[in-house]
């Protein structure tokens, strides 16, 4: 992929994409931004996404080749300020794309999610073209998102590549203001051995996906042959489902004292939009994809990596 730029690198995706990518490609080969330095390492530059001058004078500084775009505001954080968010969401994606159409760049990864659906999509085993109706801002800039990456490749043949993320789980970093992550939080407090009280109800079944599944989905789909690549909206990704139940009680046998409570708030009617499986038949047959990761080996490898994180520095939640 030759120079990598990854955009909003030091999200909760970003953090775990860098490393992974840093592993395969080299240190050197793999740039970080974003709009602040805390926990940056390695290459890394300063950027506001919306600055269209500064991304392009950090592609030509570098020699970019590839960027993933991850620089967004996720679904619950986004209803907060929803103008700020289709703005910067929007803006960034466009930036990104004009450097692929002025073929500054060669490839460019967009993160899409499980939020383009809604009400009246088909909730279970969602099929890959489906009605997206999505009821969070967040939602709406993915979709358009989607709609606008396949225009830039019919139209100035852009090389743009699409994944719609379920929930994402990992121990490398904490939540970013998404619906699902209780998922992630659950895990912290159980190793603190403190009870924990959930934002969705007990039977709220969604998509999820481990990040390790997540990070090896990401790269595969960017290094599969381009006659591979047969979907320019998104491809449906899929992990497995589980309720916020079944994931405590499945903790349960690892911490038999943990306890939740449930105490659904503005994010439930957000959950309730989203699909509970989805159907990723189409990113099997084009290029390959597999899941590795079941609900049992993610509880049992988030509790022991936190478990060790916790030992070695404490994490304020």
Known sequence: MGKILITGGLGQVG????????????????????????????????????????????????????IFHLAAILSAKGEADPLWTW???????????????????????????????????????????????????????KVSGEYWCQYYHNRYGVDVRSIRYPGLIGHQSLP????????????????KNEDYECFLKADSCLPMMYMPDAM??????????????????????????????????????????FKITYKPDSRQTIADSWPKTIDDTEAMIHWGWQSNFNIQEMVMDMLSNLKVKYINEPIKL
């Open 216 to 257: 090896r989905a990401t790269i595969e789909v960017m290094e599969a042959d381009v006659e591979a690549i047969k979907i320019r909206t998104s491809y449906n990704l899929n992990g497995f489902s589980f309720t916020p139940e079944e994931l405590y009680q499945e903790i349960k046998k690892h911490k038999p004292d």
């Open 15 to 66: 953090m775990v994409l860098s490393k992974a990518l840093k592993e395969k490609y080299g240190d050197n080969n793999v740039v970080v931004s974003d709009i602040h330095e805390k926990g940056a390492s390695g290459v890394f530059e300063l950027l506001d996404i919306t600055d269209v001058e500064r991304l392009r004078e950090i592609v030509q500084k570098h020699k970019i080749t590839t």
């Open 176 to 191: 970013g203001g998404g619906t699902t992550d209780y998922a992630v939080d659950i895990f912290h407090y159980a190793v």
């Open 87 to 141: 703005d910067l969401n929007m803006q960034g994606l466009f930036n990104v794309l004009e450097l692929g159409k002025k073929k500054l760049v060669q490839k460019i990864f967009f993160p899409s999610s499980i939020a383009v659906f809604g009400k009246q999509s088909k909730l279970i085993n969602a099929p890959q073209s489906s009605i997206t109706d999505p009821v969070t801002v967040y939602g709406i800039s």
